[in-house]
Nanobody, 113 residues
Framework: QVQLVESGGGLVQPGGSLTLSCAAS????????VGWYRQAPGKQREVVAT???????NYADSVKGRFTIIRDNAKNTVYLQMNSLKPDDTAVYYC???????WGQGTQVTVSS
């Protein structure tokens, strides 16, 4: 069974940090492009960060310098390290493997004091 499972979301104060995980089963993340997306209430889903099969990364302007996408091939997992979180980062975060169009179920991140 193919699954992408996100975890690591939660409630954090502004300025805090979280690390999201996207663990895959039934498929490999190791040599494929993977992205982290987010969707806030009433807004469209937007791309946050991507990593290519070769390891090149790209970030939305709104998160550059604060978020880092990392792939751990041994664990078949892609992470999103999020620092200096802001209330505007509040959203459901999803991981996505481009080839095959696989999505996880999402994990909620809430940034609030």
């Amino acid at each position: 069974q193919v699954q992408l499972v996100e975890s690591g979301g939660g409630l954090v104060q502004p300025g805090g940090s979280l690390t999201l995980s996207c663990a895959a089963s039934g498929i490999s993340l190791n040599t494929y492009g993977v992205g982290w997306y987010r969707q806030a209430p009433g807004k469209q889903r937007e791309v946050v960060a991507t990593i290519t099969g070769g390891g090149s990364t790209n970030y939305a302007d709104s998160v550059k310098g604060r978020f880092t996408i990392i792939r751990d091939n041994a664990k078949n997992t892609v992470y999103l390290q999020m620092n200096s979180l802001k209330p505007d980062d509040t959203a459901v975060y999803y991981c996505h493997r481009f080839f095959g169009g696989y999505w996880g179920q999402g994990t909620q991140v809430t940034v609030s004091s």
